[in-house]
């Protein structure tokens, strides 16, 4: 598999003077056209370093390559939404801001708003919303920008277990359905089934300051059956090298 981002030596400390906080030591990592779960100890730097490869962050040392024409779009753990903007105009805020006109912001944003299955709430205003369909227009948001990764960040953190269920759900099947111009997912998650669920690879961050500890590759055909024994070995094996 060609790489699309190469991580080398990537390292970041956070303080000045006499305290800093070393938070990233030296990660090494190859990211394809792949689902890519990053999982770890709380604090230990997993949204960091989904920040450096966003070009958010700067790394205090190491490098970052990235093919060239390569695009980014973020789903953060709260959907941030502007409450005196409709779906429909949140959604088409980013590529407005791009430069784009606003009626061809608004198509795109229509589009991808019915791909997560919010046709017929354009009009709806955020306050309007359960916290399922919010989040979903956090990601039609993120995917209208057209972008070739997909970085998530805890995105089913907030919600109740049955929505966070079928939005894992759709999210993988508009990944691999190709409907998108996603070709990869970077996802930061604290949930070990949720990862096994949703990835092709699993980095394993160590406490901080943060080093790959270990990576494991999935390898389960999809749909994935959370109850069979091929599964609950991996997740099995996942605790293991968190723990």
Not at 13 to 23: D, Q
Not at 71 to 87: A, D, E, I, R
Request: aromatic share 6%.
């Amino acid at each position: 598999m060609q790489p699309i981002i190469r991580l080398r030596e990537v390292s970041k400390s956070f303080g000045e003077g006499g305290r800093i906080l070393r938070v990233l030591d030296s990660i090494t990592l190859d990211i394809g056209s792949e689902f890519i779960a990053i999982l770890g100890p709380s604090g230990c730097g997993k949204s960091t370093l989904l920040k450096i490869i966003a070009g958010i962050e700067k790394p205090d040392s190491g490098s970052i390559e990235a093919r060239g024409n390569i695009t980014y779009g973020f789903v953060f753990q709260s959907p941030t939404l502007l409450p005196w903007l409709t779906v429909l105009d949140n959604a088409a805020l980013p590529l407005i801001a791009k430069g784009i006109s606003k009626k061809e912001a608004r198509d795109k944003a229509r589009r991808y708003l019915s791909l997560v299955g919010l046709q017929g709430f354009e009009d709806f205003y955020p306050n309007e919303l359960s916290g399922g369909m919010k989040q979903r227009v956090n990601i039609a948001r993120a995917l209208a920008v057209e972008p070739s990764i997909l970085l998530m960040d805890e995105p089913f953190s907030q919600l109740d277990p049955l929505t966070a269920e079928a939005l894992r759900a759709e999210v993988v099947d508009l990944w691999l359905s190709g409907v998108t111009t996603v070709e990869g997912v970077i996802m930061v998650t604290h949930n070990v089934e949720e990862a096994v669920y949703m990835a092709d690879r699993i980095v394993i961050l160590t406490p901080r300051p943060a080093k790959v500890a270990k990576v494991v590759e999935v390898g389960l055909p999809r749909p994935r059956d959370r109850r069979s024994k091929e599964f609950q070995d991996i997740v099995d094996a996942v605790y293991e090298y968190v723990s």
